[in-house]
């Protein structure tokens, strides 16, 4: 009987695929090839879990001709307490990500209707909310306050900053109660969760929309479900905090798609908002 002889590849000869050719998909494990993950969405093709990408990426997506009248763009935050490392790791998330913090605002334009539209960056250390965040966040409300403009705000974030403390847990209060006064002249505030929101942003405006608006699949919630039961002693039931699971229980008003995210809200705009 006659074998194959099985012959080893050289290591030199080993096929070298350059860095960042694949992408792993976290909800179904699927390999998928980079390129083909951006020209859909970031949307895998599989199981249709949505890929974090950019405040960028949001603005090319949603807004008309992809323009933003930035604001603020120079104001970053300092380091109250001292943190051991956080100046370097500021300056190494801005860097890396071309920007002073995790948030823009500004005014723009959805389908035509003038719009203060803010959009959060997770890239820029977990999208935590500090200083300058929640600053930037109470500035686009005042914003749309002033000018009676609708608001929306997209939000992706792991919480509050930690390094700077009770800094930090104030923008919780503050962006709540600017919210409060915009209710109060009947302006219409949207709210957009994606891939995770939770802790103090969403324990603050993520949570206040006036139509909360999720991605699929998003992890929606205020602290993770491996701490819940641990608390809990018990099991949480499955899809527990994603974006299906806060829709069936009334938290969210409609989970849609990265592919329908501009038209949707256009057409909520042409709804609540009459003016201009």
Known sequence: MWFKKKIKAKPEEKLELPDGLWAKCEACGEILYRKELEKNLWMCPKCHFHFRISCRDYI??????AKLDEEDTDLEPLDPLDFPNYKRKLKDAQQKMHMKDAVVYGLTKIGG???????????????????????????????????????????ASGGARMQEGIFSL???????????????????????????TTA?????????????????????????????????????????QRSEFMLEHGLVDIVVSRKELRNTLIRILNIVWKHG
Not at 60 to 65: P, Q, R, V
Not at 170 to 196: C, D, F, G, V, W
């Open 60 to 65: 090319a997506l949603l807004l008309d001709d």
């Open 113 to 155: 209707t003038p719009t203060i539209f803010t959009a959060m960056d997770f890239g820029f250390m977990g999208g935590s909310m500090g200083s300058v965040v929640g600053e930037k966040v109470a500035r686009a409300i005042r914003a749309a306050y002033e000018k009676e403009l609708p608001l929306v705000i997209l939000s």
């Open 170 to 196: 104030m923008q919780l209060a503050k962006t709540s109660a600017e919210l409060a006064l915009l209710n109060q002249k009947r302006i219409p505030y949207i709210s957009i969760l994606t891939h995770p």
């Open 200 to 240: 103090g942003v969403m324990a603050s405006y993520a949570s206040l929309g006036d139509i909360i608006v999720a991605e699929p699949g998003a992890l929606l919630g205020f602290t993770g479900p491996r701490v819940i039961e641990q608390t809990i002693g018990g099991k949480l039931p499955p899809g527990f």
